[in-house]
């Protein structure tokens, strides 16, 4: 039995996680979990799973569960300390980090300190802080197993293989709700058009991102810090049917791709048993002769700005990728609650970065202070 804890467990991927932890009940026990605000998803799990320790974000929450569940020998736990403890819970072998954003780097490095194996879905931890996030699991010789599909898909294609014989790392974009649409059709875009993405259901957040392609930017951004692969050997190639999940070419100019089902239980498992692998969820397999054919496009840097953004802010290093990212956070959530247009993210974006005088190296306190500053800066834009 693999013992897990899984932050973010009332999300898009904590819901399939938790199916994956269902389906393979023999092989996983789920003993922490944290949720957000999303307690009538909590309740049932704690009924579900009888966990050791859950997580919530505020204190009133973890009140009513308390009164609630006061029958049982659950602890409950809220805010950031609440998430480390989730992290950390010692019978834990592998913590499942979903978390939607930068607030999952604090427990991860915690979990990290304490041996557990990351499964890591939250890419903002490591777009963040990917240097701190890194170089402790190499101290503490703990593996990060990525569950980004992409990022499954390229750790499949490099078993075996030695590092320094890899070309280029191929990422695949699906392209997003407006991978058709010219900027001037982006203008006055609603938060309904961007959510409705063709290939993949997703949390709001990363639906979004996805239409701005600073999903793929962060992703460069993660594929760097995973595969220690420098910005000029990474690529970003446009393929629509999201078939082929990202791709990796060698020296000898040989490409291994990894194909599948768009289904996030897939790297998920994969995450979960590496380097064993289960039965599919559902069974349901890719069929060639329907699919006939698949098709590749050249990526527009100018359509897609934030895409350029995240590769000048991984290619600066330092504090830039965390003002990136915190910046894309607040702006997002602006757009999503109806404050500003589309484009304005990529605007708020763009000013974050361009007035920030980069510090190199940052350690935990640093990082933590740019992120807070420009999150400021950025609601400051928004009022
Ligand atoms: P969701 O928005 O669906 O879920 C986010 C989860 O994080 C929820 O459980 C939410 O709680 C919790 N959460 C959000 N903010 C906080 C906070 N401040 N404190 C504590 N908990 C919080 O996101 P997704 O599942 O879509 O994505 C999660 C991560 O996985 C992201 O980093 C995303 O980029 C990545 N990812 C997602 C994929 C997908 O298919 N969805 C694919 C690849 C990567 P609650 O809802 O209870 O408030
Ligand atoms: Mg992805």
Redesign the pocket.
């Known amino acids: 039995m693999r013992k897990i804890s899984l932050l973010?467990?009332?999300?898009?991927?904590?819901i399939q996680t938790i199916e994956v932890l269902r389906q393979h009940s023999d092989q996983f026990q789920l003993l922490a979990f944290?949720?957000?605000?999303?307690i009538k998803?909590a309740q049932e799990l704690i009924q579900e799973f009888s966990p050791h320790v859950v997580s919530v974000?505020s204190k009133e929450d973890c009140e009513t569960l308390k009164s609630q569940f006061a029958s049982t020998d659950t602890r409950f736990v809220y805010g950031e300390e609440g998430?480390i403890e989730v992290a950390t819970l010692k019978e834990v072998d592998v913590l499942v980090n979903?978390?939607?954003?930068s607030?999952?780097l604090v427990p991860t490095l915690h979990a990290i300190e304490n041996k557990k194996v990351i499964a890591l879905?939250?890419?903002?931890t490591l777009v963040t802080a990917g240097h701190i996030v890194m170089e402790a699991a190499r101290k503490h010789q703990v593996p990060i197993l990525p569950?980004?599909?992409e990022h499954s898909a390229i750790y499949q294609c490099l078993q075996g293989e030695k590092e320094k014989n890899i070309e280029t790392i191929i990422l695949t974009a699906s392209g997003g709700s407006f991978r058709d649409r010219t900027r001037q059709q982006l203008e006055g875009v609603t938060r309904e058009d961007a959510l409705n993405h063709p290939n993949?259901s997703?949390?709001?957040?990363?639906t979004i991102?996805s239409a701005t392609m600073m999903?793929k930017g962060?992703e460069v951004i993660e594929a760097h810090w995973l595969f220690d692969i420098p910005y000029e050997d990474i690529q970003v190639v446009l393929h629509r049917e999201s078939v082929i999940h990202s791709m990796v070419e060698f020296h000898d100019t040989s490409i291994i791709a990894q194909l599948g089902t768009p289904d996030?239980r897939v790297p998920i498992q994969y995450a979960l048993t590496y380097p064993d692998r289960l039965p599919h969820p559902t069974g349901k397999r890719l069929n060639f002769m329907e699919m006939g054919k698949l098709h590749f496009e050249k990526m527009d840097f100018d359509r897609f700005r934030c895409l350029q953004y995240a590769f000048d802010a991984g290619k600066a290093g330092g504090t830039m990728p965390t003002v990136l990212n915190a910046a894309n956070e607040i702006a997002v959530e602006a757009f999503l609650n109806g404050r500003i247009e589309f484009l304005t993210i990529e605007t708020f974006i763009e000013k974050a970065m361009s007035r920030h005088s980069n510090q190199l190296n940052p350690d935990l306190q640093t990082i933590r202070e740019v992120d807070l500053e420009t999150r400021n800066y950025v609601r400051s834009l928004i009022d």
């Open positions: 973010g467990a009332s999300g898009s991927i904590g944290s949720v957000g605000g999303n998803v974000q998430l979903a978390v939607m954003g607030v999952g879905a939250n890419k903002e569950v980004d599909s993949w997703m949390g709001a957040k990363i991102d999903n962060l996030m």
